[in-house]
């Protein structure tokens, strides 16, 4: 919705000129093309073991977002090319396309481990910045503009390479972990509701619920059928996903992935709960813990040691409270920062 309030984000950010970046380790600073998939993918698995090897980004997870329509491959991507050939660093700057209550530039990409620290970093943000700036300046949109980075605890150099660039924390993030080896709560809904396994001809519903559910959290906007669709393909797991069904309405819905890659870095097997959400004329009738509690048993019966999600610590619905009831401890945090304009 527009913020009358607000003039248009092309009156209020200045578009700055591209910014080239220079540095004597690297040889060749250049766009990604759908070519440099796998070496894109080498950064990114190099950048996650050594900040948290609990989860790790697989190769069609860098094909989809290199192949995002909304991705402008020549504009909106650089790869640091060292004087070896290898990929030094990768910066994508991203702008999903449903913007109703704000318009994010998502600060994507970093350094690989053996170039960390001699300032490559800086160059490669300073080029990002740049860049969102310059897609927040296109924008006739009368709505707040938001460059947007994040940090987890365990990788600090990233929060201050970030808070150094005149971006500031603004919210934080837990990952929780639940162990299947205790009894899972005895919970049901409210009223007569429906706990079904998900199927793909739910798919439209389960998005338009999905969005509607989290209108009221923090940062968040509706999800392009492209990122949907990347919420229930790769590692989705449709037997561990369920929806919640009142007269014929999906009232409510856990999507859930299972991706053994990470189960080393994680030291035990699980699954990971991507997505819990109540659209809110169902709320207050127990509908999320019950759509857990389903999550919990099935995993259980996969034979998994552990059920894994991600929450935000101020959620208005008071999700990590549900979560801690149902037995989820917290285990990591990360830090969400933000430029506002």
Do not use: C
Request: proline share 6%; hydrophobic share 40%.
């Amino acid at each position: 919705m527009t913020d009358d309030t607000l003039s248009p984000l092309s009156e209020r950010v200045a578009a700055p000129p591209t910014y080239r970046p220079q540095h004597p380790l690297i040889a060749e600073w250049r766009p990604a093309t759908a070519a440099d998939v796998d070496a894109v993918h080498e950064v990114y698995r190099a950048i996650d073991t050594a900040d948290h090897p609990n989860y790790l980004t697989n190769r069609e997870q860098v094909e989809e977002e290199l192949g995002f329509s909304f991705i402008d491959l020549e504009q909106d991507t650089l790869l640091a090319i060292a004087a070896d050939g290898r990929v030094a660093a990768v910066g994508i700057v991203m702008e999903p396309p449903r913007q109703e209550s704000l318009v994010r530039e998502f600060m994507n990409g970093g350094v690989h481990p053996e170039f960390r620290e001699r300032g490559i970093g800086r160059e490669l943000l300073a080029w990002q910045r740049a860049r969102g700036e310059q897609k927040l300046a296109a924008s006739d949109k009368r709505l707040p503009g938001w460059l947007v980075g994040y940090a987890d605890e365990r990788a600090p150099g990233r929060q201050r390479l970030l808070e150094a660039g005149g971006f500031e924390v603004v919210r934080y993030f837990q990952t929780m972990e639940r162990d299947l080896a205790d009894p899972v709560p005895d919970v049901t809904p409210v009223g007569d509701v429906r706990i079904e396994p998900y199927r793909d001809e739910l798919s439209a519903a389960v998005h338009a619920a999905r969005d509607d559910a989290f209108r009221d959290h923090w940062g968040s906007q509706p999800l392009s059928d492209e990122q949907f669709h990347g919420l229930v393909s790769g590692t989705f797991a449709a037997d561990l996903s369920y929806v919640a069904m009142i007269d014929g309405d999906v009232a409510g819905i856990v999507l859930t992935d299972v991706a053994e890659e990470d189960w080393p870095g994680q030291g035990f097997t699980g699954s990971y709960v991507s997505t819990v959400a109540v659209t809110r004329p169902y709320r207050g009738r127990r509908i999320a813990p019950s759509l857990l509690r389903a999550v919990l048993e099935a995993s259980a019966a996969r034979g998994l040691e552990k059920v894994v999600l991600d929450v935000d610590a101020e959620n208005p619905t008071g999700a990590l409270g549900l979560y801690t009831g149902m037995g989820f401890v917290t285990s990591q945090q990360e830090v969400g920062l933000v430029r506002a304009y």
